[in-house]
């Protein structure tokens, strides 16, 4: 079945900092990819997507390019703030198998000043 | 304000009593599905719903039922909950099943002892 595997965290960053979240993902056909956020005591909302290959997701300063040859889907940003702490979630959808989405464990971000 | 609900919030439940979550969405999505979250598992899904009258298996559908008998509404049941069921759920909705984005609840939080 599909899978998805994030980096392990949790990641702890100082302000301003490079952020770099590995997501790598397993599924049949070309499945579209997502970014999801969620701050404490919320639900999850999407940062960013990308539906087919090579396409880049961006939002807020973040980014995620959608490659098929390593199947991956790592997610980027120049410079992260205190208010960037939160768990991101990459998920996918399949297109073969209508309905079922697969999220990964999610990351755990803290961004100290 | 376009927006997916979820009652209870909070529950504390003991073993073997029925019980309902409600979901419920404004924004007349076609699709609707369950997750429950787990410290280190991520998100895994319970139930899907295509639409009206046309719901599925998810990767943990054990000991869960849901229906959908009406477009809005999308309610999760736990016939006799165990205590390996407590959790926090969510449940989210999208206009379509693959590259859409799904729009969370706030969450569930079940306690079931």
């Known amino acids: 079945g599909d899978s998805v595997t994030q980096m392990e965290g949790p990641v702890t960053l100082s302000e301003e900092a490079f952020l770099t979240i590995n997501c790598t993902y397993t599924?049949?056909?070309?499945?579209?990819l997502f970014w999801y956020v969620q701050y404490p005591g919320e639900g999850l909302q999407l940062l960013l997507k990308a539906t087919k290959a090579d396409d880049k997701g961006s939002n807020k300063g973040f980014e995620a390019t959608y490659r098929k040859e390593t199947t991956s889907f790592h997610l980027e940003k120049g410079s992260v703030q205190v208010s960037d702490s939160a768990v991101y979630f990459c998920a996918l959808t399949s297109h073969t198998n209508a309905g079922k989405s697969t999220f990964g464990d999610g990351t755990t971000l803290t961004v100290k000043p | 304000e376009a927006q997916v609900t979820q009652n209870p919030r909070y529950l504390i439940t003991v073993t073997g009593k029925k019980l309902t979550v409600t979901c419920s969405q404004n924004m007349n999505h076609e699709y609707m599905s369950w997750y429950r979250q787990d410290p280190g598992l991520g998100l895994r899904q319970i139930y899907y719903s295509m639409n009206v009258e046309v719901t599925d298996k998810g990767d943990v559908p054990e000991g869960y039922k849901v229906s959908r008998k009406e477009k809005r509404n999308f309610p999760l049941i736990l016939e006799s909950p165990s205590p390996n069921q407590t959790s926090l759920y969510f449940c989210?909705?999208?206009?379509?099943?693959?590259?859409?984005?799904?729009?969370f609840g706030p969450g569930t939080r079940l306690t079931v002892l």
């Open positions: 599924a049949t056909g070309y499945p579209s």
């Open positions: 989210a909705s999208s206009l379509g099943p693959n590259t859409d984005t799904q729009y």
